[in-house]
């Protein structure tokens, strides 16, 4: 039976090699990191990152989902601070979210479409659930306020949203622009959310 102090120890070195793992996924994509490269930036043998995590996979498999958990509370969090208004929630969503962008590389997007599809599958609905959840009740809440239209369901502004997103920001799509993942999210943002605002919102927004 292991004693306290080795379960801890444990959970220190597993949120070590998370937090290695992440960066170099971020950074350079799935396929191209390979478990000697990541035991070697952590500075521990193959065989101890094999005892914590028997694949790549199941590495790639932790970190996203240790990421999804700690954006997710995040972006809860923003959207439930009553004590700012919808409109400057939204924008400090919008602006967590573009940060997100900016770490992720576009090799990262790749190898989780094509090499991990059931990883990215769990992303993409853990993406969508939060979407309906959190924004959902931000936008109706711009609406009482007057804040956002109240010619706009939510509820559509929502699926357009969605859509966009998961059919721009795709490697197919981002090979052939100029632009970074985090560069395409922001000018959707403006695009879509700007038209979500009323006339005496949007002179809010463009005056913070």
Known sequence: MRTPSETKLDEDVKKRILGEARSLFF??????????????????????????FPSKEDLLREVTSTHMEECNAEIKAICRREEISPL??????????????????EPLVHDMRRNAP???KRVEESRQ?????????????????????KDVDERLFILIYSHVVRDILNPE???GLPFKPSQVYDTICKVLFEGLLTDKARAEY???
């Not at 478990?35 to 005892?51: F, Q, V």
């Not at 939204?90 to 590389?105: V, W």
């Not at 959840?133 to 239209?149: A, C, H, N, P």
Request: proline residues 0%; glycine residues 8%.
């Open 27 to 52: 950074r350079y994509g799935f396929s191209k990191v390979t478990m000697d490269e990541a035991a070697e930036a952590l500075g521990m043998s193959k065989k101890t990152l094999y005892r914590y």
């Open 129 to 149: 659930k939060n979407i309906a959840t959190d924004f959902g009740s931000l936008i109706k809440e711009g609406r009482q306020k007057g804040q956002f239209r």
């Open 118 to 120: 059931e990883i990215w």
């Open 206 to 208: 463009h005056a913070k």
């Open 173 to 175: 799509v981002l090979s």
């Open 88 to 105: 400057d929630r939204l924008k400090l969503t919008m602006t967590y979210i573009t940060g997100i962008f900016s770490q992720m590389s």
